[in-house]
């Protein structure tokens, strides 16, 4: 998190990740039933792009809309990373917003597919190599 909490990114060690039953039961108690389906198609193509090996995951990152386009992002992704190719590891994340690609495409995340389902817009796993790999 940036010390004036414009921004903040969540960064999942190896080894971590979402607790899927407690979200699912979240889900079922407060999605439309009418979502259901491609919420979950969401969910199951997310789990197919989502990288085996250990890695580091970003599931969100985020800067407030008045403070967007001053490098706040750009500053959140260089910290994290630094730790990432530290420990000479892999790093994933989807991206929901087009115009944030360019920002992981800088810091040598590539697009590895679309994700879509339904009515839901696309969105955009993305992979980054260990440094040097």
């Given at each position: 998190m940036t010390?004036?909490?414009?921004?903040?990114?969540?960064w999942l060690p190896p080894g971590f990740g979402?607790?899927?039953?407690?979200?699912?039961?979240?889900f079922e108690?407060?999605?439309p039933e009418r979502l259901k389906p491609e919420l979950f198609e969401m969910f199951d193509q997310m789990a197919a792009f989502h990288p085996k090996?250990?890695?580091?995951?970003?599931p969100m990152i985020g800067v407030e809309t008045r403070s967007q386009g001053?490098?706040?992002?750009?500053?959140?992704?260089?910290?994290?990373?630094?730790?990432?190719d530290s420990e000479g590891l892999p790093a994933y994340l989807e991206s929901s917003n087009p115009r944030n690609?360019?920002?992981y495409e800088r810091?040598?995340?590539?697009?590895?597919?679309?994700i879509k389902a339904?009515?839901?817009?696309p969105m955009y796993p993305m992979y980054r190599r260990p440094l040097g790999g």
């Open positions: 010390s004036d909490m414009s921004g903040a990114a969540l979402a607790d899927d039953d407690q979200l699912n039961e979240l108690l407060t999605v090996e250990s890695h580091w995951y970003l001053k490098g706040i992002g750009a500053k959140l992704m260089r910290h994290a990373l630094e730790r990432v690609i360019s920002l810091f040598g995340f590539a697009v590895v597919g679309t339904g009515s839901a817009p």
